[in-house]
């Protein structure tokens, strides 16, 4: 069987996308966005019960379970994509979780879990690619990143961290393999409204992007490839003043903006109770 495209555009022309964390959020919005853009695509996703759902809702034929911390489970799903849609052109490494919370409270599987799927799971999946991309001499990579990957946010030091991780994990595979036909890419959104931050409200005077905002940004990467994005322009441009600020001015307008409770004292743990659970059981 082959994916069957929505709507065939001129942009995508045919070429082949796999998603990881494909069956909800920016993931499903990325794969709905490609298909009426022309892709055939492909999703993955460790949620099967979901991923189907999401698949026949998009008109997706391939698609398979998914665990991004398994090399294994990752060369099965790239197999499956190559087999039924074609040579894969194109990987969007999007599967991640976002727990919050104090640092010393967090539970040390969810620590593990965090590093596993959000930076493991990238560099899995990257490693695949490359060695089907490497011999045909094409081919892009698109790495879901974060804002929260360039400036600090306390309540999430550990996702902070694999995501500043993603980001020079890219950027280094990027110039290491500039000469050799592949792109490489990082997409990062803000804080964006998904299950990633139910129970959450947001940084003051900031609104949350919408995961179709996201899903057009990584579409228009794969179109005109460039290594990073940052969504929304006015958040990414406020990360990247804040790099320019003495670090205590920075500090100081981030306590004004609220960001220093917005995922500690500030959540509503009851709301975030059916996504943490999603997460620890998968």
Do not use: W
Request: hydrophobic letters at 40%.
């Amino acid at each position: 069987m082959s994916a069957q495209v929505s709507k065939v555009g001129q942009a995508g022309r045919g070429k082949v996308v796999a998603i990881t964390g494909g069956a909800r959020g920016i993931g499903y919005e990325t794969a709905k966005e490609l298909l009426a853009r022309g892709y055939r695509v492909a999703i993955g996703d460790i949620d099967e019960v979901r991923l189907k759902e999401a698949a026949l809702e998009l008109g997706i034929d391939t698609y398979a379970r998914l665990d991004v911390t398994d090399s294994e489970s990752f060369g099965a799903f790239l197999d499956l994509v190559e087999s039924e849609v074609g040579d894969l052109d194109v990987l969007v490494n999007n599967a991640g979780i976002m727990p919050t919370g104090h640092v010393h409270e967090e539970e040390d599987a969810v620590t593990r879990r965090q590093v596993e799927i959000n930076l493991l799971g990238v560099i899995f999946g990257t490693k695949q690619a490359l060695n089907r991309m490497l011999p045909r001499g094409r081919g892009h990579i698109i790495n879901t990143a974060s804002l929260a990957g360039e400036l600090p946010m306390p309540g999430l030091a550990t996702y902070c961290g694999t995501k500043h991780a993603v980001v020079g994990f890219t950027e280094a595979a990027r110039q290491e393999y500039r000469k050799a036909g592949i792109q490489f890419s990082s997409v990062r959104p803000t804080f964006t409204n998904t299950e990633l931050v139910s129970g959450t409200a947001g940084v003051k005077g900031f609104r949350n992007a919408e995961p179709e905002e996201i899903a057009r940004a990584t579409a228009d990467l794969i179109e005109k490839p460039k290594p990073f994005v940052r969504v929304t322009k006015v958040a990414g441009g406020m990360v990247t003043a804040m790099k320019f600020v003495p670090r205590r001015v920075a500090e100081g307008l981030a306590t004004v903006l609220g960001g220093e409770n917005v995922f500690l004292d500030d959540v509503d743990q009851e709301a975030r109770k059916g996504y943490l659970e999603r997460i620890r059981q998968s």
